[in-house]
């Protein structure tokens, strides 16, 4: 679920994006809008960043234009916010035994993460980067959502030996910058390159394995990542220096509170807001139906 002037945009399993307009009686929530194209499971749903200036669609300071979404499907839709109507399906042949399961973003490029193992980076404008010939080459092609490069996670396979499931991405970096792409996978494992400010050369900052089972949702602040995983752990890495600064285990560090402690807690979601003043509060889904709201900053 994404929220944006007062709606609630929420992802369903049959394909579609629903949005709700929210007011103060929760019993009074109505239905707006239903984005429909999909054919399967919708798994992310993110707004394009906020023009600098005035955007090149509407001429607007500050609009937000788009909205994407990535599905089982192995489409990615990109809507217009303003009409909720489709603007543009991608995809590409080599993807099509691939599902896209999470998306993040740059100034640049749209970033989604797949089954196979692989991050997939689609320019996000009408213009191609790559040196090689393909599509775009052919005079007034659109460029628009071309892939550029596909970023492959060192090789691991899960028991299965089926190829690892990228779970989560999120472009990010120290003071809010777009300078790292951070990808976790289904067995925990956290990959991070440097994202160029010109050009396709990715680099490999670091691989190492940050939680024992799989990773499940990832938020930053300004100074760190925060991650949280099936091995009930929430754990804070160094934006600057990208090593653990700290692991909290939820069936310890929240012992007292717990109904059945000895049952390990597996946390699923999370969503971080942050308050300059106050530290801000993180919120917390678990596989046994809790919710845990802890204050982030110096008391965390």
């Known amino acids: 679920m994404v929220y944006l002037d007062g709606l609630l945009y ?16 929760p019993k009074s929530i109505k239905l707006q809008q239903t984005f429909w194209d999909h054919s399967r499971a919708v798994n992310t749903v993110m707004f394009s960043l906020a023009s600098e200036g005035p955007c090149r669609m509407h001429g607007i300071i500050g609009h937000i234009c788009y909205l994407y979404t990535c599905s089982e499907d192995r489409y990615i839709k990109v809507w217009s916010v303003e009409k909720a109507k489709l603007v543009a399906s991608v995809t590409h042949p080599q993807l099509r035994r691939l599902s896209f399961v999470c998306m993040t973003q740059s100034v640049r490029h749209l970033f989604c993460g ?26 007034n092609a659109n460029k628009c959502y071309c892939l550029q490069v596909s970023l492959k996670l060192p090789p691991m396979k899960m028991p299965s030996q089926n190829p690892t499931i990228v779970t989560q991405v999120k472009c990010c970096g120290p003071n809010y910058s777009f300078g790292q792409l951070w990808a976790a996978d289904s067995l925990g494992q956290m990959t991070v390159w440097f994202v160029p400010d010109a050009g396709l050369d990715y680099v490999p900052a670091r691989t190492w394995r940050a939680h024992q089972a799989c990773c499940n949702a990832m938020d930053t602040t300004w100074k760190h990542m925060v991650s949280v995983g099936d091995d009930r752990c929430i754990i804070l890495h160094d934006l600057a ?28 979601c999370m969503h971080l807001v942050e308050n300059y003043e106050e530290g801000g509060q993180l919120v917390i889904g678990s596989n046994y139906g809790e919710i845990f709201v802890c204050v982030t900053g110096r008391e965390m």
Do not use: Q
């Open 10 to 25: 929420a992802a369903s399993s049959n394909g579609s994006v629903r949005n709700y307009m929210l007011s103060h009686n």
């Open 114 to 139: 797949t089954t196979g193992s692989t991050v997939c980076v689609f320019s996000k404008y009408n213009e191609c980067e790559r040196d090689d010939i393909h599509a775009c080459n052919m005079p």
């Open 241 to 268: 220096t990208l090593l653990p600064a700290r692991t909290i285990d939820v069936n310890i560090w929240c012992k007292e509170l717990l109904n059945k402690p000895e049952i390990p807690r597996r946390l699923k």
